[in-house]
C-alpha cells in the first residue's frame, strides 16, 4: 500500500480505537496487577488471548508464514509487551503513555525504507508536536524520569513500530485479521513464557483485582485493540496510523489525573493540546493535500456503417474511427 490510501473518517474512528485502550494499560497495571512482574504481566496478557483466539480461527501458517508470524509475534508482542509493561511499572502512567507519541517519527523513518512510503510534511509536523509535548510532560515529571523505565518504553517503541511496518510488508498480512492477530500473541507468548519463568521465578499470586486487570488488558487491550489497530495499517498509510497513535498519551494521561492522582499543570495541559493538535492536524492537512487521481480520456470507439449484403468485406479503423473496405 502506499500513501496515497484513502484516509477515511470511518477507518481513522475504527484505528483510534488501539490508542484509547492502549492507554489504560498503565494506570491498570498500577493500580491492579500484581507490582514487579513485567516479564509475568506481558505473558499473561498475550499468551491466552492468542490460544484463545486459535482455537475460534483454528488456522495454522503456511510455508513463509511461519517464519514470518514468528518474526512479527517477537516484535509486535515479545519485545513490545515486556517493554511496555517495564515502563508502566517505573514511570508514572501519563509520562509512560507519553513516550509513545515518539513511534509516528520511528514509523514514518521505517515506512520510508522498508515500504518506499515517502513521509508527508503534515504528519511529520503533527508528529512533531507530539513530540514536543512529550519534552514538556518528561521536564515536568514529579521526582524525576527512572532512567531504565525511560529505557524501557523507548524500547517498545523501537519494537512495535518495526512490527507495524512488517505487517504491511509482508504476505503473511493477507490471512484474516483475527487469525493474525492469533499467530502473533501465541508466538509473542511462547517466547515470553520461558522468560518469564527464567527471569522472574514463579508466577504470581492473582487476586480478584489483578484478575480484573488481566481480563481488561488481554480483551480490550490486546484483542479489540489490535484487531481496530492492524486493520487501520491495512486501510491507511503507516504514517497517518500511527499519527493517530498519539491520542495514546491523552488517555494515560487523563486516567493518570483522574484515578492515580497524578499531577496536571500548564505544561501537562499545554503538551496534551499540542499532541492532539498534531493528530487532528496532521490527518486533516494530509487529507487535504493528498493529490487526486489524474483524469483518463475513454479511448475512441470505432463507429460502425451499415452496409448492404453485397457490399466488400470492412475493417475497422479505430485512428479515423469510421469503417473502410477492404
Known amino acids: 500500500m502506499s500513501s496515497m490510501e484513502a484516509i477515511s473518517g470511518r477507518n481513522v474512528a475504527l484505528t483510534v480505537v488501539a490508542p484509547l485502550a492502549w492507554g489504560s494499560t498503565y494506570v491498570v497495571t498500577a493500580a491492579l496487577l500484581p507490582p514487579g512482574h513485567p516479564l509475568w504481566s506481558a505473558a499473561i496478557r498475550a499468551l491466552p488471548a492468542g490460544l484463545v483466539l486459535l482455537l475460534v480461527v483454528r488456522r495454522l501458517p503456511r510455508g513463509d508464514q511461519w517464519w514470518q508470524a514468528a518474526v512479527l509475534g517477537l516484535a509486535n508482542i515479545g519485545l513490545f509487551f515486556p517493554l511496555l509493561f517495564l515502563g508502566a511499572y517505573r514511570l508514572p502512567g501519563g509520562l509512560a503513555a507519553t513516550v509513545q507519541a515518539t513511534s509516528p517519527l520511528v514509523v514514518t523513518v521505517l515506512a520510508l525504507l522498508l515500504l518506499g512510503e515517502r513521509p508527508v510534511p503534515a504528519r511529520v509536523g503533527g508528529a512533531l508536536l507530539g513530540l514536543l509535548g512529550v519534552g514538556l510532560l518528561v521536564l515536568e515529571a514529579p521526582g524525576g524520569v527512572d532512567p531504565i523505565g525511560l529505557i524501557g518504553s523507548v524500547g517498545s517503541v523501537a519494537a512495535s513500530a518495526l512490527g507495524f511496518v512488517l505487517v504491511k510488508r509482508w504476505p503473511v498480512a493477507g490471512v484474516p485479521m483475527t487469525t493474525l492477530i492469533s499467530w502473533q500473541l501465541v508466538a509473542g507468548g511462547l517466547v515470553l513464557l520461558p522468560l518469564a519463568l527464567l527471569v522472574e521465578g514463579a508466577p504470581p499470586s492473582i487476586d480478584g483485582p489483578a484478575l480484573l486487570g488481566y481480563l481488561w488488558i488481554g480483551g480490550a487491550g490486546t484483542v479489540v485493540a489490535y484487531y481496530a489497530w492492524f486493520t487501520g495499517l491495512r486501510r491507511l498509510p503507516a504514517g497517518a496510523v500511527s499519527l493517530v ?82
Do not use: I, K, M, Y
Open 245 to 326: 497513535g498519539l491520542l495514546n498519551p491523552v488517555t494515560g494521561t487523563a486516567l493518570g489525573v483522574l484515578v492515580a492522582g497524578e499531577a496536571f499543570g500548564w505544561p501537562q495541559a499545554v503538551g496534551t493540546g499540542l499532541v492532539v493538535g498534531g493528530v487532528l492536524g496532521g490527518l486533516a492537512l494530509s487529507r487535504a493535500a493528498r493529490p487526486e487521481a489524474p483524469t483518463v480520456e475513454p479511448a475512441p470507439q470505432p463507429t460502425w456503417t451499415r452496409t448492404s449484403l453485397d457490399a466488400a468485406p470492412v475493417s475497422v479503423s479505430t485512428t479515423r474511427n469510421r469503417c473502410s473496405p477492404v
